[in-house]
């Protein structure tokens, strides 16, 4: 199994970029490239949640989405308080036109 993408990834990605490692194609059965002991080998060596999914018949498709947003989700900044959207402080604000909170 080729590792090129994951090399690439790593080396050139954010350090909170976060790697996935999906195989698809599970539909095709035994005309698979990669099997999933190979897949699950490589997700370890790279510490990499692995995937399996079918494009054509959707399984584990949405199991990937939620896993991913689930991720991300836990690597967002804190929201700001409620009420508070872009504050401007005095003396900053434009002087014609547009919106303004205080």
């Known amino acids: 199994m080729s590792t ?3 090399k ?6 954010s350090s909170k970029c976060e790697l996935f490692l999906v195989g698809n ?5 035994d005309q698979r490239v990669v099997t999933t002991e190979a897949g699950q080998e490589t997700a370890k060596r790279y510490n990499i949640p692995f995937f399996e999914t079918s494009a054509k018949d959707g399984s584990q498709v949405m199991t990937l989405f939620e896993s991913i947003a689930k991720k991300l989700v836990g690597t967002r900044p804190a929201a700001p308080e409620p009420g ?3 504050v401007i402080p005095p003396g900053k604000q434009k002087k014609k ?3 303004i909170i205080l």
């Open 84 to 86: 508070v959207i872009g």
């Open 4 to 6: 090129v993408f994951l």
């Open 25 to 29: 194609k599970t539909d095709l059965g």
């Open 8 to 13: 690439e990834g790593q080396r050139y990605a």
């Open 97 to 99: 036109g547009g919106c």
